[in-house]
């Protein structure tokens, strides 16, 4: 457990000797929690009112948390224990509230005065308790009051009060707590949940709906865990179940209100009416008249008036002895449902008929069959949400419930209620705060057209304020400082400088650059200059006299191949060469069951449920170089293209289903797996194509769809799979401007304005409506990408090697294993680069433009290769802001496919925890926002994944990308999602 820092012990251990006179070695401190701990021992015992009288002087004119290091926790309580050195036990121990040391003084002084005896515990009457504080709603001591109980574990706690608007009334507002938890270690929400509840609620305070608790690591910045706890107070719980006629709720209501007449009420149900039994409440033993009638029913009937409860029609009240078998007297009365139709119909007849708010009563009442324990804790909460013929029941209480102890219990319930064309159930379970469900079960009741997992509701009247919990009210203060901006800018600068002072002695060194501002005095060395000229000059002959050998030698080794950008018919006439260049790698049939083993897990990387299939490396370059549309600057929308164009050509029709976006589109969905999982669901040979593009955007996907392919060339359903970085408008766009100064790009434009000025299209993509002939935007020119092609012909043309580049670079990489110094480790690690480098390029891709990435991230080996790069410094997230040419982009396709009532899917793609750190959380969060707007937009539909597996590395290639595991995974998801509204054939 947590402990005082070596200083701040010093400093605690030097103060508590100086103020009690006790060598600082019979003195002993221990920080747990909020809670400070002292020992005071010698060879006698400390006398204790003399010792608490000199502590307690001191205490008076010493702030404890300066004594501590900034990290510490405040403190709240004090105890101080006295023993004799050897003993084990100390002899006496007395508690000290820091924010009643006047208090405890006077006592203390009263007792010295007294001469009160050692052993003799002071009294009551001075001393006001945390909880009596705390019940008049003070934060300060409401956190004193559960630190009492929580710094045993060493858990710190600080509590915090914000208005937030009541969601019974979103006009009105009303208290939330925030109670911060911080400990060394990351305690289990169970341990903490009940406890803390019953604590909390016991207090009854008034004001607040609910608490949260934020459990915190120290030293970290984002809180571990969250919890909910509702404070609806007891008395407002009992009566809500009283309105709905729950018997065992009246009758707690009506002894509460009895209990100052001394009156003791028991009652029972029969048929629609309430029966009541008032009784003395004394001890059976004893003989007691029987209550008065007057004073008993002037006290039930407008109880029970107010209350109305559902289906019982009247009641039936007794006054009897306790002793007494007969009742001394009866009086019957009418309730306010034999006067109300609305009130007369029972809860359960409600719930036949598919009333919620009696469905959610009947489910509560089932599952708190403890009502005790649902009013110290808040109980089982239950939320419906009814969609078609399905009703989803989500259950949350301070602990996650027990799927074995709610599941079949609400399922059974459901199905004997047998509501009209209700057809199937689902049950949810999660802790109070969490918004996923940590557990479903369900069962259909009837023959359902798609026996498949519907996916988990949005329980949005839970998400109302739990949203709020979880996105707005994050930025909550934690009980630790972090890093200033200043600091951080400090850093930076220090940085900087060191480097650009590193550079220019490195500079000065080479003799070839001298300082500008040196005096007159100092003549430069023009020598140094001048040998610095004939080295350069030296350099550039020794480079042009190694380019032109190795040129010659190239020429001579070089295969005989036709020139630059075509194949040899060789290769395309045989099919051994084309298979020698892209082998069929074995793989695990679709249908073969043993590729996972009886738990469920892969066994090896190589043997999947999606098989790797067919690379078409070779086929995709042939196919670019033949095809009669110009480059678009972009070498793998030239291959995807050309990919897809020979699809068109084999099966003389476009796919069904499109799938399109950047290399999380490209990674991330996998036809192959898609259309098992379809087939399965009923939707039988669905073709589907992969057109991914490594760092395409909205307005690249805009691009191919709009203009790019042809009307007759156009899928049945888009599924544009990406994230939110593809719709940030201030970064540079560099995949869309590299398109923009292609020859293709300006062919297809072209082509598209022509025409529209003709008014007479020449294909059915373009005819004359706003849709087709909106010109895509144009983008800013890109110096950088012009100036790096005119260099590389530049180089093309005076370097005999630099256009064969690749082949040199292969037969370095074979002589470099024949060398005696190459270990068979630096060659294993050469051919590893090599291949994760092909795994995970562009020329990987199937004949279905899927590419399979075998690679699992591994955090630990990954950041050693890769730097960790924070989301404030993300390029991708740049400037991030969701309107602009990303949002006009986007916009137009919607404007598009509608026209031709072509559904279009955005599905936001998995990420990891380790990606989705605050500040991209934040975008995620403004990106949620965008696309739930344009959700309203007809046959645009929304699906977020972002959140699927935030923790299970296995599926990701790294942390943004899913690898082919993980595409498996979310295709199945995507097939079995019913608001996809996928092709029939």
């Keep these: 457990m947590k402990t005082v820092s070596i200083d701040s012990q ?53 702030d404890l948390d300066e004594l501590t290091s900034e990290e510490q926790p405040s403190i709240y309580q004090v105890f101080v224990y006295g023993r004799k050195k050897g003993e084990y036990r ?136 969250r919890l909910r706890i509702d404070l609806t107070p007891p008395e407002a719980m009992l009566k809500e179940w009283a309105r709905w006629g729950d018997v065992q709720a009246i009758a707690r209501l009506l002894n509460e209100l009895l209990s100052d007449l001394k009156i003791a009420v028991q009652a029972s149900l029969k048929e629609s009416t309430l029966h009541l039994f008032c009784s003395p409440a004394f001890d059976p033993l004893e003989t007691a008249e029987a209550p008065a009638k007057d004073v008993c029913l002037e006290a039930i009937l407008p109880q029970l008036e107010a209350i109305a409860p559902q289906g019982i029609l009247a009641a039936t009240i007794y006054g009897q002895k306790t002793s007494d078998k007969q009742p001394h007297w009866v009086d019957w009365q ?9 009130l007369a119909t029972p809860a359960l007849e409600l719930a036949t008929a598919g009333d919620e708010p009696a469905i959610i009563f009947l489910l509560e009442r089932l599952l708190n069959h403890d009502l005790d324990w649902r009013l110290k804790t808040g109980g089982l909460r239950v939320l419906l949400l009814r969609k078609g013929d399905l009703l989803h029941i989500m259950c949350d209480a301070p602990n996650c419930p027990a799927r074995h102890q709610v599941a079949h219990k609400v399922i059974q319930f459901i199905r004997q209620l047998k509501i009209p064309n209700l057809h199937g159930v689902r049950v949810y379970g999660r802790r109070a705060g969490n918004k996923e469900p940590l557990w479903n079960q369900g069962a259909d009741f009837a023959q359902r057209p798609r026996l498949v997992p519907e996916p988990a509701p949005e329980f949005a009247v839970a998400s109302e304020y739990i949203s709020a919990i979880l996105n707005n009210e ?91 950008g075509s194949v040899s018919a060789k290769s395309n006439s045989s099919p051994n060469n084309q298979s020698a260049q892209t082998p069929l790698i074995n793989h695990t049939s679709a249908n073969d069951t043993t590729a996972f083993n009886a738990s469920g897990f892969i066994q090896d990387d190589k043997s999947d449920k999606s098989p790797l299939q067919q690379k078409a490396t070779a086929t995709a370059i042939l196919l670019a170089a033949r095809s009669q549309i110009p480059s678009f600057n972009a070498r793998q929308l ?86 939110s970085r593809a719709f940030n408008s201030g970064r540079e766009d560099i995949t869309f401007n590299a398109i923009a100064v292609s020859k293709g790009y300006k062919q297809v434009l072209a082509k598209a304005n022509q025409a529209a000025t003709d008014n007479q299209p020449s294909t059915p993509k373009t005819e004359p409506d706003t849709s087709a002939t909106t010109q895509p935007i144009k983008p800013e020119l890109n110096i950088y990408q012009i100036a790096n092609e005119t260099i590389n012909q530049g180089l093309t043309s005076l370097s005999t090697t630099y256009q064969n580049r690749n082949y040199l670079k292969g037969i370095l990489q074979k002589q470099l294993q024949n060398l005696p110094f190459a270990t068979n480790q630096s060659i294993a690690n050469l051919q590893q680069a090599t291949d994760a480098e092909t795994d995970s390029g562009q020329l990987a ?13 591994n955090p630990t080996t990954y950041y050693q290769k890769h730097p960790r790069v924070a989301g404030s410094y993300d390029n991708d997230y740049k400037d991030f802001s969701l309107s602009g040419k990303q949002d006009a982009a986007i916009k137009s396709l919607l404007q598009f496919t ?88």
């Design 334 to 342: 009418s309730l306010p449902a034999s006067q109300h139709p609305a």
């Design 638 to 723: 030239d291959e995807q293209l050309a990919l897809y164009k020979q699809r068109l050509a084999k099966t003389g029709k476009p796919p069904d289903v499109l799938i399109i976006g950047s290399s999380r589109a490209l990674r991330g969905v996998d036809p192959v797996a898609l259309n098992q999982a379809l087939a399965t669901q009923g939707y039988s040979n669905v073709e589907i194509f992969n057109f991914g593009i490594n760092g395409a955007t909205a307005q690249v996907v805009d691009f191919i769809i709009r203009y790019v392919l042809e009307s007759t060339e156009l899928p049945k359903l888009i599924l544009f799979a990406d994230g």
């Design 10 to 62: 010093r400093s605690l251990v030097q103060w508590v000797s100086q103020a009690t006179g006790i060598n600082t070695f019979g003195v002993k401190v221990r920080l747990l929690g909020n809670d400070l701990h002292i020992l005071c021992e010698g060879i006698e015992c400390p006398q204790r009112w003399h010792t608490l009288s000199e502590l307690l002087h001191a205490l008076q004119h010493t």
């Design 474 to 564: 994050t930025e909550e203060p934690v009980l630790r400082p972090d890093l200033t901006g200043e600091d951080v800018k400090n850093v930076v600068t220090e940085f900087a400088d060191n480097s650009l002072n590193t550079l220019r002695n490195w500079l000065f060194s080479s003799q070839i650059f001298t300082e500008v501002n040196q005096s007159t005095d100092q003549t430069p060395d023009e020598q140094g200059i001048k040998g610095g000229l004939i080295w350069i000059a030296l350099g550039l002959l020794l480079t042009l006299q190694s380019d032109w050998m190795m040129g010659f030698v190239i020429t001579r080794t070089l295969p005989h191949s036709s020139p630059a």
């Design 845 to 857: 891709v199937d004949f279905d433009g899927f590419l399979p990435i075998s690679i699992r991230f």
């Design 898 to 985: 509608q026209s031709r009532k072509i559904p279009l899917v955005f599905v936001n793609m998995p990420l990891t925890s380790d990606y989705l750190d605050p500040a991209r959380r934040k975008y995620e969060q403004e990106f949620q926002q965008y696309m739930l707007q344009l959700a309203n937009q007809p046959n645009f539909i929304y699906r977020d994944l972002s959140l699927l597996w935030p923790t299970a590395n296995e599926n990701f290639s790294d942390p943004s990308h899913l690898n082919r595991y993980g595409a498996y995974e979310v295709s199945k998801k995507l097939a079995t999602d019913s608001l996809i509204p996928w092709p029939v054939k």
């Design 90 to 225: 100390p002899q006496w121990c007395h508690k000290v509230y820091l924010n009643q040391l006047d208090r405890h003084l006077e006592q203390v002084e009263q007792l010295l005065l007294a001469d009160a005896e050692q052993s003799k515990q002071p009294g009551g009457a001075l001393i006001v308790s945390n909880e009596s504080l705390a019940r008049q709603g003070n934060p300060d001591a409401i956190a004193r009051y559960l630190s009492e109980n929580l710094s045993n574990l060493g858990v710190a706690v600080k509590v915090q009060i914000k208005p937030h608007k009541s969601k019974a009334n979103s006009e009105s507002t009303s208290n939330r707590l925030w109670i911060l938890c911080q400990a060394s270690y990351s305690p289990d929400p169970s341990l903490l949940a009940e406890p803390v509840a019953q604590h909390l609620r016991h207090l009854k305070l008034k004001g607040y709906e609910d608490a949260v608790i934020v459990a915190q690591v120290r030293g970290e910045n984002e809180p571990d865990w």
